[in-house]
């Protein structure tokens, strides 16, 4: 299906974010020689073109993973998948939340949290996740010995998921609030109360806490995503995460920021070999 004139598939293992935040996510991977997309909230004309500026034929495609129904992340999954013939991904229950059990399409590959799937040489691990949704997940993509998590909606950090990223060379997290912004700001209670429960949504806090004491020794880099535009700001969420390393002393993990209509290209290096000095017992929550 890959179109003429596109470059071989490479082995090792990139990303780029298409769109991050409540205006729509989807995420671009590519590895082990297939290349896959996270969540499809985008309009399927706007992913198509989008992935046509990063290089790639939308039907070079294997799959689309949907991490829950909500419509900033599967919104274009069913007419996406329909026109370029991609098949989806995704839990039973979020196939039936978002009405994709119903539709024609090409192919529907239910997971279970846990599970692995692999096209190729590239992995793709379910990781249930806590959300207001059906059956919610964050993924954990690998190939060539370099892995990436990926967690967008998510309201706490869970055991399972911070377990799940300890070998992940590259982490992609939502920094969604602020708390005093989201506070102060003009939502509605019943909807602060949603954002900021345990169902909801991860604070900037929440990343940091997972940054000083979740992050496993093999993370090199972590990309804050899907911010709110009116409950955060870009400086706060990287003010929190950088404070956070520092007290980890892990200085040297690069703290980055998807921007809402995405980023460029990011390699996902294999984990460094360990270093001579030891940064001593990272603890889970
Ligand atoms: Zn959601
Ligand atoms: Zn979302």
């Not at 995420?27 to 706007?46: F, I, K």
């Not at 991904?89 to 846990?114: H, V, Y």
């Not at 990343?207 to 955060?232: I, P």
């Not at 400086?235 to 956070?244: P, S």
Request: charged share 20%; hydrophobic share 40%.
């Amino acid at each position: 299906m890959a179109a003429a004139g596109e470059g071989p598939l490479g082995l090792s293992l990139r990303f780029r974010v298409l769109g991050s935040g409540s205006a729509g996510n989807a995420t671009l991977v590519e590895g082990g020689g297939s290349r896959v997309l996270l969540d499809a909230g985008l309009g399927p004309r706007q992913l198509a073109e989008r992935l046509t500026s990063a290089g790639v034929d939308p039907a070079s495609l294997d799959a689309v993973f949907v991490s829950h129904e909500h419509g900033d992340h599967a919104r274009g999954a069913r007419a996406f998948s329909a026109k370029w013939g991609v098949p989806l991904a995704g839990t039973r229950g979020t196939f039936r939340a978002s009405g994709l059990a119903e539709a024609r399409l090409p192919a529907l590959q239910e997971m279970t949290p846990g599970e692995t799937r692999t096209i190729r040489r590239l992995t793709v691990r379910a990781v249930a996740v806590p959300h207001d949704a059906a059956s919610p997940l964050a993924f954990v993509v690998s190939a060539g010995g370099a892995s990436l998590g990926h967690a967008t909606d998510l309201g706490h950090l869970s055991r399972g998921l911070v377990d799940a990223f300890r070998g992940c060379s590259t982490l992609l997290v939502e920094s969604n609030y602020d708390p005093a912004l989201l506070r102060d700001g003009p939502y509605p209670w019943s909807l602060k109360e949603r954002i900021l429960g345990p169902l909801g949504h991860l604070s900037n806090g929440d990343v940091g806490r997972l940054l000083e004491r979740g992050l496993g020794e093999a993370c090199r880099r972590v990309v804050l995503a899907h911010l709110s535009r009116r409950n955060n700001h870009p400086e706060l969420a990287l003010q929190a995460a950088g404070e956070a390393l520092e007290r980890a002393g892990r200085r040297t993990v690069e703290v980055a920021l998807a921007e809402p209509e995405g980023t460029g290209w990011i390699a996902v290096g294999a984990p460094r070999p360990a270093a001579g000095r030891g940064e001593g017992q990272l603890r889970l929550f």
